[in-house]
């Protein structure tokens, strides 16, 4: 069936780097957009970064720039976001997301993962 | 990018249709055909229910709809039913952020 399984999540001390991966199967991961999206305990949602489905273009939200990447292995079937220069206010957890149709980005998150916790505390 | 706005909290008792509105600017939600709707039940993954403002993934249940006007876009759920008690939060793609969406703050339904 179609699944993402993200990983990687974890307690980190302010300042330090985390990488969070997202393996994809059950669809071709290389024809989809994706999508990390993160929600903070007992809040909302907040869209992260996207990366197209060839990699070619990445974008994110401004409270990251600077300081996460995301990218993909579509030989692996995997999605990353690498995490520097962590703050207490990027504790979340954090989903990775497929778009709704292939080969386009229309912020539409179809396929979600269960989610990685990220906590960032001294 | 503020979130938009939702109300907080919208209640319906079962059969009953109720509309949840989403609302924003000119520069998001006013301009954007790019509008979503999620759904996430307590402790779960959301659920996209609408995208591009009016269309159905396939599984999602017709009573589910979306609208748009002006700077307001809007998810009915009509014939309310006990399951449709959940968190739901828009997304709208905006011209003054960076290619993503910007979401909603979000709304409890209760069925009655």
């Known amino acids: ?122 | 990018q503020s979130a938009l706005t939702q109300p907080a909290s919208v209640s319906g008792s079962p059969g009953q249709s109720i509309t949840i509105s989403c609302t924003g600017t000119s520069s998001d939600v006013g301009s954007s055909k790019l509008v979503s709707w999620y759904q996430q039940h307590p402790d779960k993954v959301p659920k996209l229910m609408i995208y591009e403002g009016t269309k159905r993934p396939s599984g999602v249940s017709s009573r589910f709809s979306g609208s748009k006007s002006g700077n307001t876009a809007s998810l009915t759920i009509s014939g309310l039913q006990a399951e449709d008690g959940a968190d739901y939060f828009c997304c709208s793609s905006s011209h003054t952020s960076s290619f993503g969406c910007v979401f909603g703050t979000p709304t409890r339904v209760t069925v009655l």
């Open chain 1, 1 to 122: 069936q179609v699944q993402l399984v993200e990983s990687g999540g974890g307690v980190v001390q302010p300042g330090r780097s985390l990488r969070l991966s997202c393996a994809g199967s059950g669809f071709t991961f290389s024809s989809y957009a994706m999508h990390w999206v993160r929600q903070a305990p007992g809040k909302g949602l907040e869209w992260v970064a996207v990366i197209w489905y060839e990699g070619s273009n990445k974008y994110y939200v401004d409270s990251v720039k600077g300081r996460f990447t995301i990218s993909r292995d579509n030989s692996k079937n995997t999605l990353y976001l690498q995490m520097n220069s962590l703050r207490a206010e990027d504790s979340a957890t954090y989903y990775c997301a497929r778009e709704v149709e292939t080969l386009i980005v229309v912020n539409a998150f179809h396929i979600w993962g269960q989610g990685t916790k990220v906590t960032v505390s001294s």
